[in-house]
């Protein structure tokens, strides 16, 4: 249950995300980034089911919104010939990160020493503020 608000949050950011984009134009990067690293907030610190899916719920919401921002800039940024390869090209880092997801789970555990699955989420959950921060400072695009 708790997994399927990921995809739930997915199907909510699919939603609003022309509203999103209107609104937020060349931040829509960096907050799709903050509403991901809340969500591994939710989950790393909640101490209830609640928080569980609330946080997974987030982390779709910030996850869907992300990737279809980066859409959005391919479509800005590279010429309309070279689109599709580089969607193509995004969509296959997309699921590449998802396949690496475990093993980057295991590298954590075993770098650290701790079994605790909190821990590779607190670091990506890091790792996704200091993204948010980059492109934030960046605009990422200023073309909008």
């Known amino acids: ?18 509203l999103a984009f209107k609104l937020l134009k060349n931040y829509t990067l960096p907050a799709a980034f903050l509403l991901l690293s809340a969500g591994m907030a939710c989950v790393v610190y909640g101490n209830s089911m609640i928080m569980l899916i609330m946080g997974t719920c987030l982390a779709g919401i ?10 959005m800039m391919i479509g800005s940024i590279v010429p309309s010939a070279g689109q599709g390869i580089i ?11 998802s396949f690496l997801a475990t093993y980057y789970i295991v590298l954590v555990a075993n770098i650290s020493g701790s079994t605790d699955v909190k821990l590779p989420i607190f670091y990506a959950m890091v790792g996704f ?6 492109y ?4 990422w695009n200023k073309r909008f």
């Open 87 to 97: 969607t193509g090209i995004l969509m296959t880092l997309v699921n590449l990160g």
């Open 62 to 71: 910030g996850s869907s919104l992300a990737t279809a921002a980066m859409l």
């Open 1 to 18: 249950m708790v997994l399927s608000m990921f995809t739930i949050g997915g199907v909510l950011a699919g939603a609003i995300f022309g």
């Open 129 to 134: 503020l200091v993204l948010a921060a980059i």
């Open 136 to 139: 934030g400072i960046m605009g």
